[in-house]
């Protein structure tokens, strides 16, 4: 099985900061790798897919990058709205695994 | 506009069964894989199962492999999961999300608002 790895666990970050979270594949998945935001009681929302395509309706200030075993989403200019806590996952084969999250908190 | 409903969450015993459907509408269900991901309280994200759009093909965590059974009947545009020989850790947040197309492994483009399962004698 394939195991994903973000880091940092959580960060502290101000409104209009530019914020960068990694996620690491313990082995390589090409470019099948997805983003997901998810805030407090409710249901993930797809960002970005494979690797670098933005979901429609997705704000142009998150991008994704990387490809093999290292990826990172981007937050160009934190807005109030983006705080929230987010997961990697690969869809290179089964299972779909994701990673632990990543909790992005105001500072 | 797409929509996932799911249902069934409930509290349970030890070595019960539950069953959870997701009502699918806003979109050709039969054209598009499937798939279950839940959410223990206060945890992240972990896939259970997906299925292909017509449901010949299935696959399943290594947690859950033997006790859940994923299925769909397209015709009622319901997905559903059996889960048989329930335990404490499968208590969870269980979504409901719909892959971009037909093809598996997939990413999940719309999920559901999510049924909690509790598993506790």
């Known amino acids: 099985d394939i195991q994903m790895t973000q880091s940092p666990s959580s960060l502290s970050a101000s409104i209009g900061d530019r914020v960068t979270i990694s996620c690491r594949a313990s082995?390589?998945?090409?470019?099948?790798l997805n983003w997901y935001q998810q805030k407090p009681g409710k249901a993930p929302k797809l960002l970005i897919y494979?690797?670098?395509s933005l979901q429609s309706g997705v704000p142009s200030r998150f991008s994704g990058s990387g490809s093999g075993t290292d990826f990172t989403l981007t937050i160009s200019s934190l807005q109030p709205e983006d705080f929230a806590t987010y997961y990697c996952?690969?869809?290179?084969?089964?299972?779909?695994?994701f990673g632990q999250g990543t909790k992005l908190e105001i500072k | 506009e797409v929509q996932l409903l799911e249902s069934g969450g409930d509290l349970a015993q030890p070595g019960g069964s539950l069953r959870l459907s997701c009502a699918a509408s806003?979109?050709?269900?039969?054209?598009?894989?499937m798939n279950w991901v839940r959410q223990a309280p206060g945890k992240g994200l972990e896939w259970v199962s997906g299925?292909?759009?017509?449901?010949?093909?299935?696959h399943y965590a290594d947690s859950v492999k033997g006790r859940f059974t994923i299925s769909r009947d397209n015709s009622k545009n319901t997905l559903y999961l059996q889960m048989n020989s329930l335990r404490a850790e499968d208590t969870a947040v269980y979504y409901c999300?719909?892959?971009?197309?037909?093809?598996?492994?997939?990413?999940?483009?719309?999920w559901g608002q999510g049924t909690l399962v509790t598993v506790s004698s």
């Open positions: 082995q390589s998945i090409s470019r099948y």
């Open positions: 806003g979109f050709t269900f039969s054209s598009y894989a």
């Open positions: 494979a690797a670098s």
């Open positions: 996952q690969q869809s290179y084969n089964t299972p779909c695994s």
């Open positions: 299925i292909s759009e017509s449901g010949g093909r299935t």
């Open positions: 999300a719909k892959s971009p197309s037909g093809s598996y492994p997939n990413w999940s483009d719309y």
